[in-house]
T-cell receptor, first 115, second 116 residues
């Protein structure tokens, strides 16, 4: 069964600190992995995307890593800001046919950045 | 056109009533998805369209749910005889799928439904 598990479920950190979110997946055949940021009451917004051959991808203060052998990914946030408070969802895409794909969503990590 | 739009953003209804949501995808996107998201969970796939054709429906989509995309542009999701368990955020996403192009789904802001 295709699954995406994330940890921790929630996290509270002080502004300016770094944090790392984890994602484990059992999706096959693997196509790509994305991290989405979802603000409360909003739709998800893509932060990074990585294919099988990419093991790291940065987007500003966000750095994602991918280990396709162990089927693990992490999202590292550097120098956190209050605006980083959101849910971070790991999404794994598996190929159906041709360019068609299907997404499996994790349940997300709820991050709260405080003063 | 700056992104996927959904209307309404919030809907409160009484149990047993019918509701209809609308999604306007990014122009020229040929694929449109509907998801449902409950509090503390990731989005769950409901159905998707390739142009006007509905290609897949999840088991979550009971016979009270119907989705259409009549002209291959905007889509509607109707829930008949709403139940309290239907309370959730309904997300729409669109993408452009062409040969050799990696698909990226762009999400709308969602419609939050509360069934009393």
């Amino acid at each position: 069964k295709n699954q995406v598990e994330q940890s921790p479920q929630s996290l509270i950190i002080l502004e300016g600190k770094n944090c790392t979110l984890q994602c484990n997946y059992t999706v096959s055949p693997f196509s790509n992995l994305r991290w989405y940021k979802q603000d409360t009451g909003r739709g998800p917004v893509s932060l990074t995307i990585m294919t099988f051959s990419e093991n790291t991808k940065s987007n500003g203060r966000y750095t994602a890593t991918l280990d396709a052998d162990t089927k693990q990914s992490s999202l590292h946030i550097t120098a956190s800001q209050l605006s980083d408070s959101a849910s971070y969802i790991c999404v794994v895409s598996h190929t159906l046919t041709g360019t068609a794909s299907k997404l499996t969503f994790g349940t997300g990590t709820r991050l709260q950045v405080t003063l | 056109d700056t992104g996927v739009s959904q209307d309404p953003r919030h809907k409160i209804t009484k149990r047993g009533q019918n509701v209809t949501f609308r999604c306007d995808p990014i122009s020229e996107h040929n694929r449109l998805y509907w998801y449902r998201q409950t509090l503390g969970q990731g989005p769950e796939f409901l159905t998707y369209f390739q142009n006007e054709a509905q290609l897949e429906k999840s088991r979550l989509l009971s016979d009270r749910f119907s989705a259409e995309r009549p002209k291959g542009s905007f889509s509607t999701l109707e829930i008949q005889r709403t139940e309290q368990g239907d309370s959730a955020m309904y997300l729409c996403a669109s993408s452009l799928v062409t040969s050799g192009l990696r698909e990226t789904q762009y999400f709308g802001p969602g419609t939050r439904l509360l069934v009393l």
